[in-house]
């Protein structure tokens, strides 16, 4: 059977199941739920794996809305995954539509399934379920657990705005709390007392603010702070600051967050308080692999969908990211609302429950399929892809 047949017997598959996949997407729109939280469709997405036929294995990083579903019909031949996201928002629920990324690659992997039994080719498909991207980082932790071990590539979606495109750079983060330490006074009867900790927060920001102009064009600083004090005649003894700072070069990350720790310390320095920082990594900058996206936008583009012909960097932050740093990746946004309604609204809420967000669940499912096929069908096209990746981590 050739390549062309096989891609025929993945959409026929995936048509199949759309009614199963198109409900499954509005019951999870339907029942947000926040990281690490997502039992429901957690569930649902592994029962509906589980009656395709894969060999689903929950909480494989130790998250228990973790899965693994897997399925082969000959052993050798590679291993690519499928990423599922189903995490919510807090307060405006489904505003990034991964109902659709969890749903889109569950019938991605079923279009491969298959496929693979009706060719016999070798090879094994997964459908990985990854908690909390939206804060949490579920793949960082299925990177640290192995899960990516064994695994020759990986495919995702992701629904968008305006025109459908392959994800090239993301940012990577840093983040940092601040707790400043002074000390309380009664703020018109003796203010000489006191030492101000929101005068150092106040200090910080705008330390931070004229730092912007000596920084690269790629980095984006922001923060909040979630501590001001108590009362309004009380000299603060205790603020908060949570930071965060994102860059596509972790050197460049790396740099800035010194100076950034520098401007919290000219806060402290100024005011006499005590400061104490807390820091950690966030997500890695994800790095495209132009073979893997070439595969991915050929097959959108075969199955009618207008993509835009180059690779485009943006200024958000995904646990992808890791991932491809491990395995060669690629992740396809897909347009489901018109040029302009943003990332994370109710308007985006919405459009994720809309007909246009059905059609790009089966279109993503198919191309995710598709692509995958084109790399078990060639190996020639893996080993590409996995030069580019090498190099590209060297570098």
Request: hydrophobic residues 40%.
């Amino acid at each position: 059977m050739d390549l062309g047949e096989l891609k025929k017997s993945a959409s026929s598959a995936i048509d199949g199941v759309r009614e199963e996949l198109v409900r499954l997407a509005k019951d999870i729109h339907e029942n947000p739920e926040l990281a690490f939280e997502e039992y429901k469709a957690s569930n649902w997405l592994c029962s509906f794996l589980e009656k395709e036929g894969f060999l689903v294995k929950r909480k494989v990083a130790g998250m228990d809305t973790d899965f693994l579903a897997s399925f082969s019909v000959k052993e050798g031949g590679p291993t690519i995954a499928v990423l599922a996201e189903y995490d919510a928002l807090p307060g405006v629920g489904h505003a990034c539509g991964h109902n659709i990324i969890g749903t889109s690659a569950a019938g991605a992997g079923v279009g491969v399934k298959k496929a693979l039994e009706m060719s016999g080719i070798p090879g094994r498909v997964l459908v990985l379920g990854t908690p909390a991207e939206e804060g949490g980082g579920g793949k960082v932790l299925m990177v640290k657990a192995g899960i990516f071990k064994d695994v020759d590539a990986a495919l995702m979606m992701h629904p968008t705005s305006g025109t459908s495109r392959i994800g090239g750079r993301s940012l990577a983060t840093h983040s940092f709390q601040f707790d400043y330490y002074g000390k309380a006074a009664h703020a018109a009867g003796s203010p000489t007392e006191g030492i101000n900790a929101l005068d150092a927060v106040n200090i910080f920001f705008h330390a931070v603010a004229c730092l912007r102009q000596h920084v690269p064009e790629d980095v984006r600083m922001h923060g909040m702070v979630t501590k001001g004090g108590d009362a309004v005649n009380i000299i603060p003894d205790h603020t908060q600051v949570r930071y965060l700072v994102r860059s596509y070069s972790q050197k460049t990350l790396k740099k800035v967050c010194e100076r950034v720790k520098d401007c919290a310390r000219a806060g402290a320095l100024a005011t006499g308080c005590k400061l104490e920082i807390q820091e950690a990594d966030g997500y890695k900058a994800r790095v495209p692999n132009k073979v893997l996206s070439d595969l991915f936008r050929a097959n959108l583009a075969m199955l009618g969908e207008e993509v835009m012909g180059d690779i485009v960097d943006g200024k958000g932050s995904t646990d992808f990211g890791d991932v491809s740093r491990e395995v060669p990746a690629c992740n396809a946004y897909i347009k489901i609302a018109p040029e302009g309604v943003a990332g994370h609204s109710v308007e985006f809420r919405e459009a994720s429950i809309s007909e246009r967000a059905e059609e790009a669940l089966i279109l993503s499912a198919k191309a995710m399929a598709f692509t995958a096929l084109d790399l078990m069908a060639d190996s020639s096209l893996l080993l590409k892809a996995k030069e580019e990746f090498l190099k590209a981590r060297q570098d």
